[in-house]
T-cell receptor, first 113, second 116 residues
Framework: GDSVTQMEGPVTLSEEAFLTINCTYT??????LFWYVQYPGEGLQLLLK?????DKGSNKGFEATYRKETTSFHLEKGSVQVSDSAVYFC????????????FGKGNQVVVIP | DTEVTQTPKHLVMGMTNKKSLKCEQH?????MYWYKQKAKKPPELMFV???????INESVPSRFSPECPNSSLLNLHLHALQPEDSALYLC???????????????FGAGTRLSVL
């Protein structure tokens, strides 16, 4: 079945550091890929998406590129701020059939001033 | 506007109480979802309504009863819950629940439920 794997453990980094969160997926066909962000005490917000191979999603300085050859959708930001502290979830949905989202386990990101 | 509104934000209930969670969207979306999220975990799908019909029930216990009165509203009726049901309950909506692909799910802020 469809699955999403995110790197283990929280990520702690200093303000203005470079952020990478790894995400790989297993799915047949051509799923759509998403990054959602959850700030403390809030629901999930769509951060960015990509619907086909080589698409680059971007928003608020975050970027992720849909790499079919490596089945990856890694999230990057060049210079993080304290306000980027949140939990980040990678997710996919299939093109056909019901719109079921498969989530990764999520990564807690803590940015220290 | 991509807003999904959930009420109440917080709810405390006893195991014998009956309460309801409410979700509303005015984006013209025809699919609506209920998720349960425990701390430090991803959301778990509970129910999906597509065109106001229940299309997915992920083997959720009958003490959770969903209802979709119209295309803009989704309710979750709660009865005789257990302490382990304490969680954040998230509602989401998408344009179309019968095709995947780029049908993005938009989430509400959630209802934080505590069962005593």
């Amino acid at each position: 079945g469809d699955s999403v794997t995110q790197m283990e453990g929280p990520v702690t980094l200093s303000e203005e550091a470079f952020l990478t969160i790894n995400c790989t997926y297993t799915a047949t066909g051509y799923p759509s890929l998403f990054w959602y962000v959850q700030y403390p005490g809030e629901g999930l917000q769509l951060l960015l998406k990509a619907t086909k191979a080589d698409d680059k999603g971007s928003n608020k300085g975050f970027e992720a590129t849909y790499r079919k050859e490596t089945t990856s959708f890694h999230l990057e930001k060049g210079s993080v701020q304290v306000s980027d502290s949140a939990v980040y979830f990678c997710a996919l949905s299939r093109f056909y059939g019901n719109n079921r989202l498969a989530f990764g386990k999520g990564n807690q990101v803590v940015v220290i001033p | 506007d991509t807003e999904v509104t959930q009420t109440p934000k917080h709810l405390v209930m006893g195991m014998t109480n009956k309460k309801s969670l409410k979700c509303e969207q005015h984006m013209g979306h025809r699919a609506m979802y209920w998720y349960k999220q425990k701390a430090k975990k991803p959301p778990e799908l509970m129910f999906v309504y597509s065109y106001e019909k229940l299309s997915i029930n992920e083997s959720v216990p009958s003490r959770f009863s969903p209802e979709c009165p119209n295309s803009s509203l989704l309710n979750l009726h709660l009865h005789a819950l257990q302490p382990e049901d304490s969680a954040l309950y998230l509602c989401a909506s998408s344009q179309d629940g019968q095709r995947g692909g780029s049908s993005i799910q938009y989430f509400g802020a959630g209802t934080r439920l505590s069962v005593l």
